[in-house]
């Protein structure tokens, strides 16, 4: 099955910084790449997703990039601020098998004033 | 709000007692998903389905059970609780590319304690 990485656990950045979090798929099959955000106590959320034909995605401050042949994506959040303070997951599946997501293990994004 | 809901919110139970807890979507999206949340694991599949009574296991469905009878519901059933199941449990749904959209939407969570 798909086995997602995702990189670093914890990320500290001050406010108006880039913060960069990295994940890497291990099925050349799976096509579609979403990112949620999940706050404290609250659920994860879709904030930005990619197919594997795109290779890469904005939406105002948050960017998604895709390499298949690496099989590597990353999430871009430029200008942060402290709201996005959150953890982060990454994940993958193959579109054609009821999408099951497989989710990488999260990163816990602080952003200090 | 999201269209789906998690019942109940919040449960402490005994080692060795059977537990259901309930996911209700108002969306009618085909395909619905059990997840737990552990510190370290991120979220893994328990188990999922495509269609009423069609289920089929995730990564970690041992000691779990599920069954769809309308398609607005999904019940996961833990068939005698174990500490190791404490844990946050997720539903989600999906349309699944029915509109060109693949993303979850996910319910508010049942955080689970097995004492």
């Known amino acids: 099955g798909e086995n997602v990485e995702q990189h670093p656990s914890t990320l500290s950045v001050q406010e108006g910084d880039s913060a960069v979090i990295k994940c890497t798929y291990s099925?050349?099959?799976?096509?579609?790449f979403p990112w949620y955000k999940q706050e404290l106590g609250k659920r994860p959320q879709l904030i930005i997703d990619?197919?594997?034909?795109?290779g890469e995605k904005k939406d105002q401050r948050i960017a998604v990039t895709l390499n298949k042949t690496a099989k590597h994506f990353s999430l871009h959040i430029t200008e942060t601020q402290p709201e996005d303070s959150a953890v982060y997951f990454c994940?993958?599946?193959?579109?054609?098998?009821?999408?099951?997501?497989?989710f990488g293990t999260g990163t816990r994004l602080q952003v200090t004033l | 709000d999201a269209g789906i809901t998690q019942s109940p919110r919040h449960k402490v139970t005994e080692t060795g007692t059977p537990v259901t807890l309930r996911c209700h979507q108002t969306?009618?999206?085909?395909?619905m998903y059990w997840y737990r949340q552990d510190p370290g694991h991120g979220l893994r599949l328990i188990h999922y389905?495509?269609?009423?009574?069609?289920?089929d296991k995730g990564e970690v469905s041992d000691g779990y059970s599920v069954s769809r009878s309308k398609t607005e519901d999904f019940l996961l059933t833990l068939e005698s609780a174990t500490s190791s199941q404490t844990s946050v449990y997720f539903c989600?749904?999906?349309?699944?590319?029915?509109?060109?959209?693949?993303?979850?939407?996910f319910g508010s969570g049942t955080r689970l304690t097995v004492v």
């Open positions: 989600a749904i999906s349309e699944s590319g029915t509109t060109g959209r693949y993303g979850y939407t």
């Open positions: 389905s495509y269609g009423v009574k069609d289920t």
């Open positions: 099925d050349s099959a799976s096509n579609y």
């Open positions: 969306e009618n999206h085909r395909y």
């Open positions: 990619i197919r594997s034909n795109v």
């Open positions: 994940a993958a599946s193959f579109t054609g098998t009821a999408s099951k997501l497989t």
